[in-house]
């Protein structure tokens, strides 16, 4: 980015820190070691413990990854009698003394435990991979959600945006993290290196990824760019091998097409909507015919809501099998004959179809719409990738980011989960859903 150079560089360098040396157990359990940190005040003893600890859990089973966060859960957790005890002593006293009893007790022991863990050199990203081990044994064991909550609150505060690093990604950029790129796009599966060359080398494409300083290596999350004439209606298009290279000078729109978390043990922790600002404000300063800033999403939430839609029927339409089809395949035979209705299924459910906390259903429009996005177009036939048909039947969506907009829309959206959308998405949702309830607006009108 064009202020990523050298004080970014700086920071880097600053606040780089090496990988963590794998140490050998001295015979410990992981849970007594765990013990033993949280009552040590060595710095030295700390250090090693807190080695062997990450060390330990890269090598327990399965199993043994079920009974430490067991462990982290119910033998870390809060007093809770004693938290009342001081809860009363501080509403009958309210000294500073007792408060600062009562919030040491409101803290979970293990919040302590993972804080004194991190200062182990490289010791971020082994706790990262951590709680992306923890977050897939949660739907069978919901208890350690306690435990999840406190790694996103450490995390909330370690991954803040102050300390997140842009960085530009092109073809001249370190092998390793070109590779990263290749392994973490979770939207559009990049081939080989010449289809990563085709993405980040011509002079009309872009790639931003943000850095945190003790992860230097590894991105958290990484953004694709076209820069294109008007609003793009395809990602084969956006993607062809034999495109023509545009002049950045000559082009008005930039697309978001790819948008790719890198982390699993981050999610939750937003970086997304920096990420859209701050590249939105670096091509805003170096190419001046810029104007209008899209993204070309999509809808990885729309065939399991089709599928349920289209089994409520009454009497099914006959084409609703070729439909299914498809769905099952990843092959788009039929789909061209349906498009003008299966637009107006995505709209309705872009734009009506909610969750149990009245959001909209679909993910990928939570977040755009979050930041301040409207729903502009609904594009048939955009994604005839075997992935792209098996979870829209090929449709994507342009999000706008309307720059005069953005506040009122984050606004509205945040308050009241209002959707706005452009007159033509509009008319496309009233058509599939005349009566339908939902909230939507045009143009902010």
Known sequence: ?????????????LFDRPHLARV?????????LCEDLIASSSEGASHNMGQQILSSFTELTPQGEIEFFNY??????????????????????RSPEN???????????????LRRINRVPGATGELVNMRARLLLLLKDNPSFGRTDLDFQH????????????PRRINWQSPANILEKIIKYEAVHAIDDWDDLRRRVEPADRRCYAFFHPVMPDDPLIFVEVALVKGVPDSVQAILAENRKVLDPESADTAVFYSISNCQAGLRGVSFGNSLIKQVVEDLRAEVKSIGTFVTLSPMPGFNRWLQQAIAKMPTPPAWAAQIAAAMESGTADGLDEQAQWL??????????????????????????????????????????????VRQSCGLMVNYLYDLKKIGQFHEGFAENHTVFTSRSVKTLADAAAPNSSGRILINGT
């Open 99 to 113: 408060l600062a009893s009562l919030l040491a007790a409101a803290e979970p022991k293990r919040q302590e435990l």
């Open 24 to 32: 050998k157990g001295d015979g410990r359990s992981i849970t007594a």
């Open 154 to 165: 450490l995390f909330g505060s370690w991954f803040n945006r102050g300390f997140l690093v």
């Open 72 to 93: 982290l859960t119910e033998r870390m957790d809060i007093d809770a009698d004693r938290l009342q005890r001081l809860s009363a002593a501080y509403q009958a006293d």
């Open 1 to 13: 980015m064009n202020r990523s150079g050298f004080f970014y560089d700086l920071l880097s360098t």
């Open 343 to 388: 637009r107006r299924q995505a709209a309705h459910y872009l734009v009506n179809e909610k969750d149990r906390h009245g959001m909209p259903r679909d993910p990928v429009a939570r977040f755009h719409l979050n930041n301040g996005a409207m729903v502009h177009d609904i594009h048939a036939g955009a994604d005839m990738s075997a992935n792209g």
